[in-house]
């Protein structure tokens, strides 16, 4: 435990410490069992209370209701940029994509592959510092759905709003702010996250939908492309990944005891402020790169006045635990990935360090 780093790492990322410990504890003998949750049937009694257990952990969190369906899949949010057209831009319908960043772009991409995406916005232009304000949505009256990134990893962004699409169904990729803060999840048909930011290993792929919107697929689709097959069976129509799901159900049992969402979205709020001011109060030292007003509580972007200067940083940082503060290579600079996992401690260590390094190399 004292050998712990502070992990800002994008993802995957820092879990919380009780969660690691107990699953090390549980690890040679689950629930009485003789055997690990990696060895048992997913077949079995014990994998079954699993497996619904973090299924309606997360459903609470949300304080979604009986009309919503948790599933998990594999192939990461990845996959989901592809199924998400194939699924639901059918007979004749686009998908409409607001582009506010590398996966939001991705998602498109597939879309495109498949000959069904158009664009409803993009902030391209501004290298992905805000994220498309309502007013700037064109979104296409007869899409089959409006696609956005809800928080935009690489570039540090994140919307501020729920966009309104005047009733087309809104899909938005969570991947890293999933279970971060509460909304009203009940505007969305369909949220989908990789686990391996908010959620837990990387490995599965959370979906959170309206069972409505859901139930009908394609039947022209490969089984397991098709959401139906999750939805109709629980997510265990093939074998599901048991110790990742198992690992998520950890995590989300360890955000209700610590009083759900909106008391991690205060503390979120809370570190992100406290990074966000101590760039603000460089005297121009730290620059941010989002725009004040998309923001992200969850990955803090910024540069510093030279790149000898960032690179002379992340080594100094290591020093003091502080690691994975290196920016993506396509915005370059420093991101700080601050997840619910990551405590409040860890953030003030790294403000600390910046004071202390600006003040010895400004
Ligand atoms: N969407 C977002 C917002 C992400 O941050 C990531 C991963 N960094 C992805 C999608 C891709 O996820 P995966 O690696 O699980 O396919």
Known sequence: EANRVYNFNPGPATLPLEVLKETQAELLNFSGSGMSIMEISHRSK??????????????????????????????????????????FAINGKKGNYVLSGSFA???????????????????KENDFRNVPKQGDLKIDPNAAYLHICYNNTIYGTEYHYIPDTNGIPLIADMSSDMLSRPLDFNKF???YAGAQKNLGPAGVTIVVARKSFIENSPENLPTMLRYNTYSKKNSLYNTPPAFCIYM??????????????????????????LLYDAIDNSNGFYKGHAEKDSRSFMNVTFRLPTEELEAKFIAEAKEHKLCGVK??????????????????????????????FRTANK
Not at 49 to 77: P, R
Not at 329 to 335: A, N, Q, T
């Open 105 to 123: 772009s991705k998602a498109y991409k597939e879309a495109e592959i498949q000959g069904v995406g158009t664009v409803a916005a993009s902030s």
């Open 248 to 273: 998520v159900g950890k995590v989300a049992a360890w955000l209700k005891k610590q009083g759900g969402l909106s008391v991690l979205a205060e503390r979120n709020a809370k570190k992100a402020a």
């Open 189 to 191: 048909s369909f949220i």
């Open 46 to 87: 014990e994998y079954d209370a699993v497996h619904n257990k973090a299924k309606a952990d997360i459903k609470e969190l949300m304080g979604l209701g009986d009309d919503y369906d948790v599933l998990f899949i594999q192939g990461g949010a990845s996959l989901q940029f592809a199924m998400v057209p194939m699924n």
């Open 327 to 356: 920016g993506h290579r396509s915005v370059g600079g420093l991101r700080a990935s601050i997840y619910n996992a990551m405590p409040y401690e860890g953030v003030k260590c790294l403000t600390d360090f910046m004071e202390q």
